[in-house]
């Protein structure tokens, strides 16, 4: 009975966590809409596109479901942490890939800076492939749930890439 009690409190702290992760990328991900709604049917639909350019519903959908992915890995990380020194820098790399993804749809669309939008997502996939690395030594399964996100922000990196050379 107090086995049962005791794995039922694990449980809803996990479940804690998870749902603070997923609020919290989720609201960085609100942000960066409200940026990207600014220019995304005005300014970006008059750029050249790289013939791989998926159609502009497909986004939405994407990055929601990779937010959601984001947050469940973060929750568990945090509900695995040790809180030594070394396990805090997996949060301090989750919390920089955070700020540099909001950061550049407000600098590619918000901005309407393509270039710079680049440099910055050229960073992102540095600040993602370190946060994979930190949480892997915490939580396999939170470093595996970050992979889908890591290759869509290559995909969106050549994207970026593609919209400067032909523009």
């Not at 609201?27 to 050249?48: C, D, H, I, K, P």
């Not at 955070?98 to 407000?106: D, E, K, T, V």
């Not at 309407?112 to 915490?138: A, E, S």
Request: hydrophobic share 55%; net charge positive; glycine share 6%.
């Amino acid at each position: 009975m107090i086995k049962n009690i005791l794995d039922l409190k694990m449980k809803l702290k996990l479940w804690t966590y998870i749902t603070f992760g997923i609020t919290l990328c989720l609201g960085v991900g609100l942000m960066a809409s409200l940026a990207t709604q600014t220019s995304v049917n005005t300014w970006y639909q008059t750029l050249e596109k790289p013939f791989f350019t998926p159609p502009s519903w497909i986004f939405a959908p994407v990055w929601s479901f990779l937010y959601i992915l984001m947050g469940i890995a973060l929750g568990r990380v945090i509900f695995f942490i040790n809180h030594n020194k070394s396990d805090r820098i997996s949060l301090y790399y989750f919390g920089g890939q955070l700020l540099f993804n909001g950061l550049w749809s407000f600098i590619f669309f918000g901005l309407r800076n393509p270039i710079l939008g680049l440099l910055v997502i050229i960073f992102l996939l540095f600040l993602i492939q370190r946060t994979i690395k930190w949480f892997r030594i915490i939580d396999v399964l939170s470093a595996q749930i970050l992979y889908a996100y890591f290759i869509w922000v290559i995909f969106a990196s050549l994207l970026n890439a593609g919209i400067v050379l032909l523009n």
